[in-house]
């Protein structure tokens, strides 16, 4: 007498990533590389103790296979934010890179030290908003320095950098607060708009 039941159906492949269609691929390397951090400094300075959070290795995914370091380096690159000085460990780094990679990368943000004194600009801001400005422009003066010194270290170790890549951070002084900002020309900056009504 035949079964009523019907045949047990063979067991579902079990799905791999390298099973799923190439989109799909694409939007989970996108997913694990976004706002990944990268420090490729010498030492973090001890002034600085915010420079010494890096997030996870997530580029532990590129040694997985060739295919997907193949299918995945440009996306690595391309969302991963370096934080580089002008260090020589800094600029081996960036030597040891291919001219895809280098120009795959969209964001290196330099934290090569510079005089920067946010404080003086309160400072001199009591006495007059003309000196805080100055003052202020001043240490966009010598960001604007160590980002042209970074940037000449890297580009005799490796070859030019795309212009906008490299960014420093500087202090924007408003009269009330700072605002802090990544700038690829400090002294290019236009200043805000002062909120005290002292001016002058």
């Known amino acids: 007498m035949a079964s009523l ?3 047990p159906s063979a067991p579902a492949p079990k799905a791999t990533l390298l099973t799923l269609p190439r989109e799909l691929r694409d939007m ?18 001890r002034r600085s103790p915010w420079l010494a959070r890096s ?8 040694r997985t296979c060739l295919q997907i370091y193949d299918e995945s380096w440009n996306i690595y690159y391309r969302l ?11 600029a081996l780094w960036y030597r040891q890179l291919d001219a895809y990679q280098k120009s795959s990368i969209r964001e290196m943000r330099c934290t090569t030290w510079y005089n920067r004194h946010s404080n003086t600009y309160w400072m001199y801001g009591r006495l007059s ?11 966009w003066y010598e960001a604007q320095r160590a980002l042209k010194e ?8 490796g070859g030019p950098i795309k212009e906008g890549v490299m960014k420093i951070e500087i202090d924007k002084w408003d009269g009330m607060g ?9 002294c290019g900056e236009e200043y805000s708009v002062w909120k005290r009504d002292n001016l002058g």
Do not use: C, G
Request: net charge negative; charged share 20%.
């Open 5 to 7: 039941h019907p045949p």
């Open 150 to 157: 970074t940037r000449t270290v890297f580009e005799q170790a």
């Open 80 to 90: 991963t934010t370096f934080y580089v000085d002008s260090s020589p460990l800094s």
């Open 55 to 62: 997030t996870k290795n997530h580029d532990a995914l590129l």
């Open 28 to 45: 989970i390397y996108e997913f694990v590389f976004l706002d990944t951090i990268v420090h490729v400094t010498e030492q973090y300075p």
């Open 178 to 186: 700072i605002e802090r900002v990544w700038s690829m020309e400090p």
């Open 129 to 139: 908003d003309k000196y805080a400005s100055i003052a202020m422009y001043w240490t």
